[in-house]
């Protein structure tokens, strides 16, 4: 959209934990769980981008956790959008100070806009938004933080959920002995995939903490349109102990479940290939919310994982899966 | 001083949304109100208006951007018609609540079922209640005048509300008529720039919309009903300033036509006002005592300023351009809002619904006549036979 390039400050790179900043704009004093990893993902998301952000912030998790009684636990602006239309009400801020800048209406630099959407407000009911938002190329980052559910209403299924997940609108019986049925869509290709305007793409994960804050600061640097993909695991609606969300973030990474690559002017690129990969049953095994699934639905999975490796071209060998 | 140009009201509401310097546009093709985008996205390709002119994914994304493009300090632009106005519905709340004064045009189109280009005014009626200012335009001078009085009325720091700026598809948005257009010093001495209360600025952070708890329920929705009616006064400041600056005085709220002497009058909002006047000279011409009363806002409703009018006369026809299903009395939205006003007063009309122009029939001067004998009857005889009437369907 941009028709007259805008002042913006370019976000350095940064090198080691120690290094990163000591400010924070995604501050304490909301209602998120204990280990909640949405809530870790905003605050790394926040240290990286700085004060010259704007939040939009779809309904979800990190709407009505942190929004209480009023209260916002943000350092910066924020701004409520339906869980419908985070992508359209971040365009509008987006083009609001393409306008004003250029019209001399407003006098500061242009702001890093930041959409933080859950997965229904990114992969489902918030897909069109997101997808109007890319395609019109807007100066901003649109950051899906993904814990696999619609947890914050009380964890049902959403489509990047995985398949053999309990969730309470999957529930496993004797008709539906896997749960959930259906394979998870694949947001961030499917952004790559359709929106040829789109300069960045990356998937993180907040078992990667280096890795996310700078993919979010090289989203920032580009001008236009640019989405993330974050894997940020839920203690409450998985299923396992608050002090293990990094754990299983990692683990998610180690077994390949979750992948981490950037789409860069034109090319993928992996970022954490490992060397061996652990099965997807070590994974598994650690979350209730899969504790239901036989060995023939691990092995179903093992085999979903192992092509959708491929064709992000990782063909490192998985230890024997044992029963 | 000024031009005069004939515009259809779409190209009257383009006209006077360039000179208000709007910032941020947001378009998606419905008829009948798609021609003022058409419009609009010439005149920034030309570089005669300089605003972002975003191609939005469906109306609810019009108005979603326009939300996010408010909250942070821009002028805003959008329309829609029929099923597009209620596409949107689910941000039509947010943006008020967020009180940020976006507007809307809606050029009326009938709802589906069926599929039908023709005016009613259903579309825009049925968002009555989402807490933005609503009334309709009955010219195309009308409609460039409203466009700058409702950017005003909402912007104003007493109010911040959006504004739904309604007019009739194709009676309005498609017939040209004559239309003066102002100066732009004199737009720019009635419309000053947008100075936003509380933009998303990080030189300033400030969250909007946060989650409260049913205790915090009241006082809000309590600030939202008081900016309502704090526009009151605001919307009779802004007709007054509106008068002294282009030379054109309206009545604030409601218009009346040969109502001296009247026994019954015609209630109506919108562009069938039109053929009404004339039917009303045709029947004055005939000894008739019939007169008009013309609603030009909805939101706020003017209770008191209907009151006043109303209560003069011994009968009132309330002209329903809309379907209600099901409402009080059986007739439709207006009538309803009609009988609340005057159930306080001392004296009261007889009021009878008339159920026309529905599909964006025209209304016929036959039908304003078929009305007004309804009407004389009910004033001499003190009685209402029915308190319906479907157009066409009636003996």
């Known amino acids: ?323 | 001083m000024g031009t005069k140009k004939f515009l259809t009201g779409l190209g009257a509401t383009a006209t006077a949304v360039k000179m208000a310097d709007v910032d941020v546009i947001t378009s998606f093709p419905i008829r009948p109100y798609t021609g003022v985008m058409m419009i609009l996205s010439q005149m920034v390709a030309n570089g005669e208006l300089d605003a972002e002119f975003v191609h939005a994914d469906g109306e609810h994304a019009q108005l979603s951007i326009c939300h996010g493009a408010s909250a942070a300090g821009a002028r805003t632009f959008t329309g829609s018609s029929g099923v597009g106005v209620t596409y949107a519905f689910e941000t039509y709340s947010p943006i008020s609540g967020g009180r940020c004064p976006v507007q809307m045009l809606i050029a009326d189109r009938t709802l589906d079922p069926p599929g039908d280009f023709g005016s009613e005014h259903t579309d825009a009626l049925g968002c009555r209640d989402q807490g933005w200012i609503m009334g309709w335009a009955e010219t195309p001078q009308e409609v460039f005048d409203n466009t700058l009085i409702y950017y005003r009325i909402g912007e104003d720091p007493r109010v911040r509300l959006p504004q739904f700026n309604c007019h009739d598809g194709y009676f309005v948005s498609h017939i040209p008529g004559e239309v003066a257009i102002p100066e732009q010093s004199q737009v720019d001495e009635f419309l000053p720039p947008y100075q936003p209360v509380h933009p998303l600025d990080p030189q300033n952070p400030v969250g909007h919309g946060p989650q409260i708890f049913p205790d915090q329920g009241p006082a809000l929705e309590a600030m939202r009903h008081n900016a309502m009616m704090a526009a009151m006064p605001v919307i009779e400041e802004a007709i007054d300033d509106f008068g002294r600056i282009f030379g054109r005085k309206y009545v604030p709220f409601v218009e009346e036509f040969m109502t001296d002497d009247a026994d019954f009058a015609f209630f109506i909002n919108g562009a069938h006002a039109h053929t009404a006047r004339y039917a009303i000279k045709h029947l004055r011409e005939k000894g008739v005592k019939v007169g008009l009363v013309k609603i030009r806002f909805i939101r706020p409703w003017p209770t008191d300023a209907l009151q006043e009018n109303l209560s003069k006369f011994k009968a009132v026809g309330v002209i329903e351009t809309n379907s209600s299903f099901g409402v009080a009395r059986g007739g439709g939205i207006l009538t309803a809002e009609v009988c609340a006003s005057l159930y306080d007063a001392a004296q009261k009309p007889l009021i009878a619904s008339f159920m026309g122009g529905l599909g964006g029939e025209p209304i016929t001067l036959n039908e304003f006549f078929f009305i007004a004998e309804k009407l004389n009857k009910i004033a001499e005889s003190g009685k209402i036979e029915k308190p319906v009437y479907w157009l066409g369907f009636e003996e």
Not at chain 1, 53 to 65: D, E, H, N, R
Not at chain 1, 69 to 90: E, K, M, R, S
Not at chain 1, 95 to 106: C, F, L, V
Not at chain 1, 276 to 289: A, G, H, N
């Open chain 1, 1 to 323: 959209m941009a028709t007259q390039k805008v002042e913006k400050t370019k976000l350095d790179r940064i090198r080691s934990l120690a290094k990163a900043p000591m400010d924070d704009y995604y501050v304490p004093g909301h209602r998120t769980c204990a280990g909640c990893g949405p809530a870790i993902n905003y605050r790394m998301v926040a240290k990286a981008a700085g004060k010259d952000t704007i939040f939009v912030g779809p309904t979800g998790c990190m709407y009505v956790a942190n929004t209480s009684y009023l209260c916002v636990p943000w350092a910066v602006p924020w701004i409520h959008a339906q869980i419908t239309n985070g992508g359209g009400i971040g365009s509008g801020i987006s083009a609001a100070y393409e306008a004003r800048i250029r019209k001399g209406k407003y006098h500061g630099t242009f702001p890093n806009v930041i959409v933080m959407a859950g997965d229904g407000g990114s992969a489902d009911i918030g897909l069109q938004s997101l997808s109007g938002a890319m395609y019109r190329n807007h100066d901003l980052l649109f950051i899906a933080y993904d814990n696999e559910a619609y947890a914050n209403t009380g964890i049902q299924v959403s489509p990047t959920t995985p398949y053999g997940a309990r969730t309470t609108f999957t529930p496993p019986g004797p008709v539906v002995p896997e749960g959930k049925k259906l394979w998870p869509k694949d947001l961030a290709k499917l952004v790559v995939g359709g929106h040829p305007s789109v300069k960045y793409v990356a998937t993180a994960s907040i078992g990667y903490p280096i890795d996310l804050m700078n993919k979010v600061r090289k989203a920032l640097n580009v001008e236009g349109a640019a989405f993330m993909h974050i894997h940020a695991p839920c203690p409450k609606g998985w299923g396992f102990p608050a002090n293990k969300t990094i754990e299983i973030a990692r683990l998610a990474v180690q077994t390949g479940m979750w992948t981490m690559w950037e789409f860069e002017n034109g090319e993928y690129k992996l970022n954490i290939e490992p060397k061996k990969l652990k099965p997807v049953s070590q994974y598994l095994e650690v979350q209730d919310r899969f504790n239901h699934l036989t060995t023939e639905h691990k092995a179903k999975i093992q085999n979903f994982v192992n092509q959708k490796l491929a064709t992000l071209g990782i063909k490192v060998p998985v230890e024997a899966v044992t029963a």
